[in-house]
C-alpha cells in the first residue's frame, strides 16, 4: 500500500463557524495543523460530536467558513469532502462481510478491481484481520470491529480523519492496542486527526495537540504537552478533576 503510506494531511479550518440546536448554540473558531493528532475534548453537551459532523459535512453551518487543505467545502456534500469518519458503533452494515465493509471504502457500489482488491487484502493484513475477510460483524469481537473501520480508512486514503469516541465502549487493554494501531496507522498515511474522546489518558498516550471545548465553544487550544503536567488550563483542570471524581464515586457505588 505504498500510495497510503505517502498520503499526506490537510489542515482544517473552522472560522467563526456558527451552528445551533434549537435553542443550543455552538461557535468555533480553530485550525486543526495539518498531519497532527488532535485530541477534541469537553464535556458532554460541549460540542465535541457537532464539531466533527461540522468538519464531516453531516451539518451546514448558520454562518462562518469550513475549509480543508485551504479549500472552502462549507456547501460540500460529506461524499465530496477528503475526510474518513469512525463512530463509536464502526458503522458497519451486519449484512455485508468484513472484505465487504471495507471495500466500501473504495467503492459503495462495490464494483471493485483486483487492484481495489489487493489493497483491501493489504488493509486487514495490516489491521491483524488476515483469514477473516468472510465474517460478518456479528461474528466479530468489538475490537475487531473497530479494526475493520480503521481499515477501510486505510483504503480510503484520504488526507482527515475523525474519530468520534470510537474506542469508548472498548476495555482498557482492548483500548491501548487499538490506541497503538492508530499511531501506527498515522505514523504511515501522516494525516489529519480530530479524535474525540473523554479519556485524559488516551489523548496523552497519541495526541499532539488538545483542543478544549466549553459551553459550545474553544474555551483552549495547544500543543499536548501544556495539558497534561498539572498545571494545564484552568478550565481543563477543572474537567478532568471533575471527570475523575466521577470516576471514583462510581467505583465506590461498585464496591
Do not use: W
Amino acid at each position: 500500500m505504498s500510495e497510503a503510506r505517502t498520503a499526506r494531511g490537510a489542515a482544517v479550518q473552522l472560522e467563526t463557524v456558527t451552528f445551533g440546536y434549537g435553542e443550543v448554540g455552538f461557535s468555533f473558531d480553530v485550525t486543526f495543523a495539518a498531519g497532527k493528532i488532535t485530541a477534541v475534548m469537553g464535556p458532554s453537551g460541549s460540542g465535541k460530536s457537532t464539531l466533527l459532523n461540522l468538519v464531516a459535512g453531516f451539518e451546514t453551518p448558520a454562518s462562518g467558513r469550513v475549509r480543508i487543505g485551504g479549500k472552502d467545502v462549507t456547501e460540500a456534500p460529506p461524499a465530496a469532502r477528503p475526510v474518513s469518519m469512525v463512530f463509536q458503533e464502526n458503522n458497519l452494515f451486519a449484512h455485508l462481510t468484513v472484505e465487504q465493509n471495507v471495500g466500501l471504502g473504495r467503492s459503495p457500489s462495490l464494483r471493485l478491481s483486483s487492484g481495489d482488491r489487493a489493497d483491501i487484502a493489504a488493509a486487514l493484513a495490516r489491521t491483524g484481520l488476515a483469514g477473516k475477510e468472510g465474517r460478518l460483524p456479528r461474528e466479530l469481537s468489538g475490537g475487531e470491529r473497530q479494526r475493520v473501520a480503521l481499515s477501510r480508512v486505510l483504503v480510503r486514503r484520504q488526507p482527515v480523519l475523525l474519530l468520534d469516541e470510537p474506542f469508548a465502549s472498548l476495555g482498557p487493554s482492548l483500548r491501548t492496542d487499538m490506541l497503538d494501531l492508530l499511531c501506527a496507522l498515522h505514523a504511515e498515511q501522516g494525516m489529519t486527526v480530530l479524535f474525540v474522546t473523554h479519556q485524559p489518558a488516551d489523548a496523552k498516550r497519541v495526541a499532539d495537540d488538545v483542543v478544549f471545548l466549553e459551553n459550545g465553544r474553544v474555551a483552549v487550544a495547544g500543543p499536548a504537552s501544556k495539558f497534561f503536567d498539572g498545571s494545564g488550563p484552568e478550565a481543563f483542570q477543572r474537567y478532568i478533576g471533575a471527570d475523575s471524581d466521577r470516576s471514583q464515586d462510581f467505583a465506590r457505588k461498585r464496591t
